[in-house]
């Protein structure tokens, strides 16, 4: 896997996508509000468009209607013949990536923005595709410097070797932003408030790259899936225990071999048995139960990212 390549012009097509998950209310609610009242995503050198991504789950308040959209933008599902019978999500990630994209082709959107909401303690999280997307970490970075008091980690979902599969995979360059914790369907001002005055400063970010300023090479911490864990289950798949009081909302936080993990109804303590630390995240994610999940094992790492040229401004017309 190579560097996605930095742009050499301007970003001037750009989405902010919410309601991916139509739960996840402060995106659905941002972007129902910036449908009406747009000019808050203008910027001298672009516009954001507002894209409400779910509507019928944002309209239902659910996750999804028949499967998880943010899985959907594969080649398999994108590039598959229709059919009348194809899930609502699917039929959905190809109207996007016809929007957005295609993806992978050089009329895709030239940045693509998505909002999420967590139910575990994740703070303020970044989430790109991988250690080479330059363009999605500088703007961590600048996420960072800009915001010391929120310590914005930057997880990296994509395993070597996997297809993307999210939404802002159909831009050239994307990012998303994971804010929690904030229960499924409930809109919190505080985390509403931090998510419009993020998306501000990432658009911000776009017009300093497009107005020519360069950006220096920096190390950057950032930690990335290594495996999951699921809740322990009766043989009926019901849980027969909880995440371990010592373990919830600690996303983040080192977990050594010998930690507690659950908290069984038969009252012992289910123990971490891994053989390394890791770092766990999206710990008793209410959306992750379907998903076998009660949390994800991390890694971190650290890495260096290099310098972001400025762009050259474009030859006259007349030279
Ligand atoms: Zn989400």
Redesign the pocket.
Known sequence: MCSLPVPREPLRRVAVAGG??GN?MSGVYLVRHWLLAPAELQRPSFSAAPVLANPAAAAACRRYVDRDL?RAFTSTFLNSRPTPDDPYEVMRARELNQLLGPKASGRAFDFVLDL???TANMGTCLIAGSSHDVFALHLCRHLQLQYPELSCQVFLYQRSGEESYNLDSVAKNGLAL?LGPQPQGVLRADIFSRMRALVATVLDFIELFNQGTAFPAFELEAYRPVGVVDFPRTEAGNLAGTVHPQLQDQDFQPLQPGDPIFQMFSGEDLLYEGESMVYPVFINEA?YYEKGVAFVQTEKLTFSVPAMPALTPAPSPAS
Do not use: S, V
């Open positions: 991916t998950h996840e943010n999420h909401n967590t994971e959306a």
